[in-house]
Protein backbone atom coordinates (compact mmCIF):
# COMPACT_ATOMS: atom_id res chain seq x y z
CA UNK A 1 0.00 0.00 0.00
CA UNK A 2 1.53 3.36 -1.07
CA UNK A 3 1.64 6.75 1.30
CA UNK A 4 -1.06 7.46 -0.84
CA UNK A 5 -4.15 4.99 0.50
CA UNK A 6 -5.68 3.79 3.33
CA UNK A 7 -6.98 0.49 4.67
CA UNK A 8 -10.56 0.83 3.59
CA UNK A 9 -13.33 -1.88 4.72
CA UNK A 10 -12.49 -5.54 3.63
CA UNK A 11 -9.13 -4.57 3.72
CA UNK A 12 -8.87 -2.85 0.09
CA UNK A 13 -6.81 -0.11 -0.19
CA UNK A 14 -8.97 3.22 -0.74
CA UNK A 15 -6.91 6.41 -2.73
CA UNK A 16 -7.19 9.20 -0.36
CA UNK A 17 -6.64 11.47 -4.05
CA UNK A 18 -9.68 11.39 -6.74
CA UNK A 19 -8.72 11.31 -10.08
CA UNK A 20 -11.95 12.09 -11.42
CA UNK A 21 -14.75 15.08 -11.62
CA UNK A 22 -18.08 13.89 -11.67
CA UNK A 23 -21.26 16.82 -12.85
CA UNK A 24 -25.06 16.26 -11.52
CA UNK A 25 -26.89 19.39 -12.37
CA UNK A 26 -24.19 21.89 -13.22
CA UNK A 27 -22.46 20.73 -9.62
CA UNK A 28 -18.93 19.13 -9.85
CA UNK A 29 -17.52 17.34 -7.31
CA UNK A 30 -14.35 14.91 -7.18
CA UNK A 31 -14.59 11.24 -7.77
CA UNK A 32 -12.32 8.59 -7.02
CA UNK A 33 -12.21 6.04 -10.24
CA UNK A 34 -10.01 3.46 -8.67
CA UNK A 35 -13.07 0.81 -8.77
CA UNK A 36 -14.08 1.41 -11.95
CA UNK A 37 -10.78 2.09 -14.38
CA UNK A 38 -12.51 1.84 -17.38
CA UNK A 39 -14.66 4.63 -17.72
CA UNK A 40 -13.80 7.72 -19.87
CA UNK A 41 -15.55 11.23 -19.94
CA UNK A 42 -18.86 11.10 -21.01
CA UNK A 43 -19.82 8.00 -19.06
CA UNK A 44 -22.53 7.69 -16.65
CA UNK A 45 -21.22 5.99 -13.17
CA UNK A 46 -22.75 5.35 -9.33
CA UNK A 47 -21.31 7.55 -7.13
CA UNK A 48 -21.35 6.58 -3.25
CA UNK A 49 -19.19 8.22 -0.79
CA UNK A 50 -17.18 9.63 -3.34
CA UNK A 51 -16.23 6.48 -5.11
CA UNK A 52 -17.63 5.49 -8.21
CA UNK A 53 -19.03 2.24 -8.26
CA UNK A 54 -20.33 0.71 -11.48
CA UNK A 55 -20.91 2.22 -14.78
CA UNK A 56 -24.41 2.63 -16.52
CA UNK A 57 -25.58 2.53 -19.85
CA UNK A 58 -27.05 6.32 -21.03
CA UNK A 59 -30.98 4.66 -20.11
CA UNK A 60 -30.23 3.36 -16.82
CA UNK A 61 -28.35 6.22 -15.52
CA UNK A 62 -31.14 8.31 -17.11
CA UNK A 63 -33.82 5.86 -15.03
CA UNK A 64 -32.09 6.27 -12.18
CA UNK A 65 -31.60 9.63 -11.75
CA UNK A 66 -35.40 9.98 -12.30
CA UNK A 67 -36.34 7.63 -9.31
CA UNK A 68 -33.14 9.57 -7.31
CA UNK A 69 -35.34 12.69 -8.07
CA UNK A 70 -38.45 11.18 -7.14
CA UNK A 71 -37.41 10.16 -3.68
CA UNK A 72 -35.63 13.37 -3.25
CA UNK A 73 -32.52 11.98 -2.93
CA UNK A 74 -30.91 14.47 -5.55
CA UNK A 75 -31.48 17.58 -3.93
CA UNK A 76 -30.00 16.51 -0.53
CA UNK A 77 -27.19 15.50 -1.99
CA UNK A 78 -26.95 18.44 -3.96
CA UNK A 79 -28.61 20.74 -1.90
CA UNK A 80 -30.67 22.03 -4.37
CA UNK A 81 -34.42 21.81 -4.58
CA UNK A 82 -35.20 22.00 -8.09
CA UNK A 83 -33.25 18.61 -9.40
CA UNK A 84 -35.86 16.67 -11.02
CA UNK A 85 -34.63 15.55 -14.60
Not at 58 to 70: D, I, S
Request: proline share 6%.
Amino acid sequence: MSRDSRQGEGGLPVPRDPDGRGRLRGVTKAVCLAYVPDVGVGDYTIVHAGFAITRLDEGAALETLRMFAELGMIEGELGVEDAVP
